[in-house]
């Protein structure tokens, strides 16, 4: 439900301008160009101006914090059940051009992809999602000690248009967003969000809170010095066509006794086996391995 979800259209561009007024009547126009705002906000842009922030974003009960520096980006969530009763363990991951390993529970997994990078594109957009953000109306700004502080509405309808789900009997919906800016960066180091129900009568708020040039967290550090410090090592292989002319591999290296999880682009690839000769079957799409040694999977399109 929340409108931070990645969105798969592309979006318009809206430029709105507003006005306020100064303790003295004296009248401020204050011009927003939103696609100058959400470009502003982008990981990458953000680092240009700090050596690091923090977005904790409260979510009712619920804590989930992102931090991001020029080496990695770090995000983590305590353990929580979603309102459909499903349970949510706690984790802590860093996430790197090449590596992306966590922990959940006291266990420590590391993550590999094979066929290219890691897809980090995930990471770009921490504070706002821009292609919903151009989308939103402003009703009121103000400029307060070097900040904006700005007013926007987003109603069901236009979600609706760009190909957004909302996951319930929705009707007459919109969110109401506050918006705390930075006049000279254009960061954005505050939100407060509420999505409002008008014909169930029901409110949902959602707040983030952006910490400048913040220390590395500590779980973030635990997960850095695992994956840097790692006394021993084990590799990871994932070998496409076993047999075949076609057989390829990639290799990694994981800290020993990490579980593996294995991940690969090529949706064809389905059929995941234990032993060369593909008789072993360990499962028919990705899977996971402990690293207590050398691993090896391997994967074909069709069961041979």
């Not at 000279?184 to 505050?190: R, Y």
């Not at 969000?193 to 967290?217: C, G, H, W």
Request: glycine share 4%.
């Amino acid at each position: 439900m929340k409108k931070r979800m990645q969105c798969l259209l592309c979006a318009l561009i809206f430029l709105f301008s507003s006005v306020i007024f100064t303790g003295c009547g004296e009248k401020i126009e204050v011009e927003l160009d939103l696609k100058a705002i959400a470009e502003a906000n982008k990981t990458e842009e953000i680092l240009k101006h700090y050596d690091s922030f923090l977005i904790e974003a409260k979510d009712g009960s619920r804590q989930v914090f992102h931090y991001a520096d020029s080496e990695f980006v770090f995000q983590s969530s305590a353990a929580y059940t979603s309102s459909d009763g499903i349970k949510h363990k706690e984790y802590h991951e860093i996430i790197a051009k090449d590596y992306y390993c966590g922990i959940s529970e006291g266990e420590y997994y590391s993550i590999v992809h094979a066929g290219g990078d890691i897809d980090v594109s995930f990471t770009e957009d921490l504070m706002i999602n821009p292609e919903l953000f151009v989308h939103e109306t402003v009703k009121s700004s103000r400029e307060e000690d070097g900040k904006i502080i700005f007013k926007t509405r987003l109603d069901e309808k236009i979600m609706v248009e760009l190909g957004y789900w909302l996951d319930g009997p929705y009707e007459e919906c919109y969110y109401e967003t506050e918006y705390t800016m930075d006049k000279e960066t254009l960061v954005i180091t505050g939100i407060k969000e509420t999505f409002v129900d008008k014909k169930n009568k029901m409110e949902d708020s959602l707040e983030y809170v952006m910490t400048i040039n913040a220390q590395r967290p500590e779980k973030a550090l635990s997960v850095y010095n695992h994956v840097k410090n790692a006394e021993e090592t084990c590799t990871a292989t994932i070998v496409f066509d076993p047999g075949t002319e076609n057989e390829t591999s990639e290799s990694f290296t994981v800290p020993k006794g990490d579980t593996v999880y294995f991940y690969w682009k090529d949706k064809e690839y389905n059929k995941v086996y234990k032993n060369r000769e593909c008789t072993e079957v360990i499962s028919e799409l990705h899977t996971n391995l402990k690293a207590n040694e050398d691993v090896t999977i391997y994967v074909t399109k069709t069961k041979k």
